[in-house]
């Protein structure tokens, strides 16, 4: 069984940063790709980032590309996403997950404000 917990979402202003980690424990954590993901109300949840086990291959999806930074720690069996200049659009639950969608956080709220 695999637990992911997240940690460090907040109420920022419009151009903040915040880091976002995500803690893994159980057994070949180190071996999943990893990714985030967020959900603003009245919308579908999307892919935010990824990141594979080595930590050598990123995705950012299109919105996020150069604000955002993916990367692990896999002696830590953690994973963090890097958010600067943020934006009032960015505001959502964030959530981790790992091994494809098949293990899920319980998400943090990331709120931005203008």
């Known amino acids: 069984q695999v637990q992911l917990v997240e940690s460090g979402g907040g109420l920022v202003q419009a151009g903040g940063s915040l880091r976002l980690s995500c803690a893994a424990s159980?057994?070949?954590?180190?071996?999943?790709?990893m990714a985030w993901y967020r959900q603003a109300p009245g919308k579908e949840r999307e892919l935010v980032a990824s990141i594979d086990y080595t930590g050598e291959m990123t995705y950012y999806t299109t919105s996020v590309k150069g604000r955002f930074t993916i990367s692990r720690d896999n002696a830590k069996n953690t994973v963090y996403l890097q958010m600067n200049n943020l934006k009032p659009e960015d505001t959502a639950i964030y959530s981790c997950?790992?091994?494809?969608?098949?293990?899920w956080g319980q998400g943090t709220q990331v709120t931005v404000s203008s």
């Open positions: 997950s790992a091994r494809s969608r098949t293990y």
């Open positions: 159980g057994r070949a954590v180190s071996t999943y790709a």
